[in-house]
């Protein structure tokens, strides 16, 4: 598997990755991609995209989420989970980010999505809090 940075004249890639991230908003993760803090990779099998993650960051944050801690998306395609795509894709988008000089990493993941949970988990992300319709806030220390 081929993994490489998102740049900003990558913004296919994260319009076609972002649906599968967010189905509740996600113009939110891709919508003028390639503005400052916006962060990602993209995993490769031959010619073949199979995954994303990316962060942003947003000044509109509102508690549990911080201005100046990036909010992850990813996704792999269905018929390529289970081999290690999703894993790769978050080491390599943490060293990145700690390079950037991130501390932390947050996302959003349905509470009965277990295999993302399982995902998260196995990987350092720790729950922060639990929202009324069942989602998890989550966080990861980079550095």
């Known amino acids: 598997m081929l993994l490489r940075a998102i740049g900003s004249t990558d913004v296919g890639v994260v319009e076609q990755f972002a649906p599968l991230a967010s189905r509740r908003d996600p113009t939110k993760y891709c919508l003028g991609w390639g503005r400052p803090g916006d962060l ?3 995993a490769m099998e031959g010619t073949t995209t199979v995954g994303a993650a990316w962060t942003r960051l947003f000044a509109e944050a509102s508690p549990p989420a911080e201005p100046d801690i990036p909010e992850l ?13 999703g894993r790769a894709l978050l080491d390599r988008l943490f060293v990145l980010l700690a390079a950037g000089g991130h501390a932390c990493v947050d996302l959003s993941v349905a509470s ?11 990987v350092g992300f720790v729950e922060v809090e639990r929202a009324a319709d069942g989602r998890l806030w989550m966080r990861r220390r980079v550095i």
């Open 40 to 42: 990602g990779v993209v």
């Open 73 to 85: 998306a990813i996704a792999v395609y269905a018929e390529h989970r289970g081999r290690g795509a």
């Open 112 to 122: 009965d999505n277990t295999a993302a949970r399982g995902l998260y988990d196995r």
